[in-house]
């Protein structure tokens, strides 16, 4: 039982920490969003092309040196009160000895040379590995021990910092890739300040508790499938920048990474609520779901991602037009494509945040493996041809792999009464949509058509939604 959080309606406490995450992420996502037009007037395509490949390269490697350990500091934070400053300090040492090892293997490399880069991107490489682990591992604690507003507040403090040194970096120094690459590292560095600051201040004597080996093997036990979960996952949202480069050039991938762009709008709704929703789905979890909590969630968020992907799609080349600069307007053409992609990827997630609560990660590590080794065959057969439009096609068929595995194994740990026939119809009406935007038929109209569809197919989650925001405007 987590002991140390104060008992509230289940609906209220998901509520609660989704509107301090939208309060976090929001403003993040939207200055991210909004800089867009920034970047792409100042950087080349080959410029944003490289740094898209150090962020994407830092995410990969981030598994490897931290063995996901922050994603156990989570989980076993909140189950044992009396031993979470062990569990913490227990991931400082794993983080620790990751990147400093990560350090040692990188001089060798930087040293040798082999891929002819600047030595200043192997610095760089560096701190964006390192900042990144670290601040998984402190925004992990302090959700586990309920700082939420810190969390809120250390998502608010990550993005303006950026923002302000792009806009010194960038545009009053001219400094090109390199100001980038500052004003992402910088903005990171005071960030983490904030979240040890904070911890400290909090959790007295933080850094002297000590984490049992039995606890400590548990989590190690617990974590080690995630890398192969995250690795895979990696493999499934980025491996294909990889093939663009091979078989194309480094110029296509600024404009596939631009693309990604668009569906980051959804992708705010995504990493808004998986966060809040990983909290509550520990706390509440139910394997019969009596209340229907976890179905009706489940509902009312596919129906949420349908009508905003519904829209994304249909306002696609409107919102290219406006964002995308000179020669990466024609990214439109894989945008919407992606905008699918991440549906796919939150209904996993929200899938996936059943098995943290039972503590099963080996079903996360079983559908990503399964569905990269998929989409590495994609985007073997489809890039060579198809270019960024058949890697994003590769992208959402892997998502949705591990979404069906991942439905198909949840049903041993929870009864989830889902209409699946439902949801499956609504996939087919957004694949529709873009395949009326890339051919001569494409219409607002016909857009309009398949979204009311949509709205039709899910009446009862809108009429709910209608009704609670109506009781709660009556209320105020």
């Known amino acids: 039982m987590i002991r140390y959080y104060m008992k509230e309606n289940k609906y209220k406490f998901l509520a609660k920490n989704t509107i301090l995450f939208t309060v976090s992420s929001f403003g993040s996502k939207l200055l991210a969003f909004i800089m867009v037009p920034f970047y792409t007037s100042i950087l080349t395509t080959s410029e944003f092309g490289v740094a898209d490949l150090l962020s994407t390269s830092s995410s990969l490697i981030v598994f490897f040196v931290t063995i996901c350990i922050a994603d156990?500091?989570?989980?076993?934070?909140?189950?044992?009160?009396?031993?979470?400053?062990?569990?913490?300090?227990?991931?400082?040492?794993?983080?620790?000895?990751?990147?400093?090892?990560?350090?040692?293997?990188?001089?060798?490399?930087?040293?040798?040379?082999?891929?002819?880069?600047?030595?200043?991107?192997?610095?760089?490489?560096?701190?964006?590995?390192?900042?990144?682990?670290?601040?998984?591992?402190?925004?992990?604690?302090?959700?586990?021990?309920?700082?939420?507003?810190?969390?809120?507040?250390?998502?608010?403090?990550?993005?303006?910092?950026t923002v302000l040194f792009n806009i010194l970096f960038l545009f009053m120094y001219n400094m090109g890739l390199k100001g980038y690459l500052i004003s992402m590292t910088s903005g990171y560095f005071i960030t983490l300040l904030y979240g040890i600051i904070v911890i400290i201040k909090n959790e007295k004597g933080v850094l002297k508790q000590k984490c049992s080996h039995e606890k400590g093997m548990q989590m190690i036990k617990y974590s080690l499938p995630l890398v192969f979960n995250g690795v895979a996952w990696w493999i499934n949202a980025s491996l294909d920048r990889y093939f663009i480069i091979f078989f194309h050039n480094v110029a296509l991938n600024g404009l596939y990474a631009v693309a990604s762009k668009i569906p980051t709008i959804l992708n705010i709704v995504n990493q808004i609520f998986s966060q809040a929703w990983n909290l509550s789905a520990i706390k509440e979890y139910d394997k019969n779901d009596k209340n229907n909590f976890f179905k009706n969630i489940y509902s009312l968020y596919n129906f949420t991602l349908m009508t905003s992907c519904s829209i994304l799609i249909m306002f696609n080349i409107p919102?290219?037009?406006?964002?995308?600069?000179?020669?990466?307007?024609?990214?439109?053409?894989?945008?919407?494509?992606?905008?699918?992609?991440?549906?796919?990827?939150?209904?996993?997630?929200?899938l996936g945040s059943i098995f943290v609560a039972v503590k099963n990660s080996k079903i996360f590590a079983v559908s990503t493996v399964t569905a990269a080794a998929l989409n590495s065959i994609l985007n073997l057969v489809l890039i060579p041809g198809y270019g960024e439009v058949g890697a994003a096609i590769a992208t959402v068929i892997s998502f949705a792999v591990i979404w069906l595995i991942r439905f198909i194994c949840v049903k041993k740990y929870m009864i989830l009464k889902i209409n699946i026939a439902r949801d499956i119809i609504s996939y087919v009406l957004i694949c529709v949509q873009v395949f009326f935007e890339h051919t001569v038929i494409n219409s607002v109209f016909l857009h309009l058509i398949l979204f009311c569809m949509i709205l039709l197919l899910y009446r009862k989650e809108m009429c709910y939604l209608l009704k609670h925001l109506n009781k709660r405007r009556n209320k105020l």
């Open 72 to 161: 156990a500091v989570l989980r076993f934070a909140i189950e044992s009160y009396t031993e979470r400053q062990g569990v913490f300090l227990y991931g400082i040492k794993v983080v620790l000895s990751g990147v400093s090892l990560f350090g040692l293997i990188l001089s060798v490399i930087a040293f040798f040379n082999p891929i002819k880069w600047d030595l200043y991107l192997y610095f760089f490489l560096y701190l964006l590995v390192c900042f990144s682990a670290f601040y998984q591992l402190i925004s992990n604690y302090l959700r586990a021990i309920n700082k939420i507003v810190a969390v809120a507040i250390s998502g608010i403090l990550l993005s303006v910092t």
């Open 319 to 350: 919102l290219a037009k406006i964002l995308f600069a000179k020669d990466f307007y024609a990214a439109w053409r894989c945008s919407s494509i992606l905008v699918i992609a991440t549906v796919f990827s939150a209904m996993s997630s929200f």
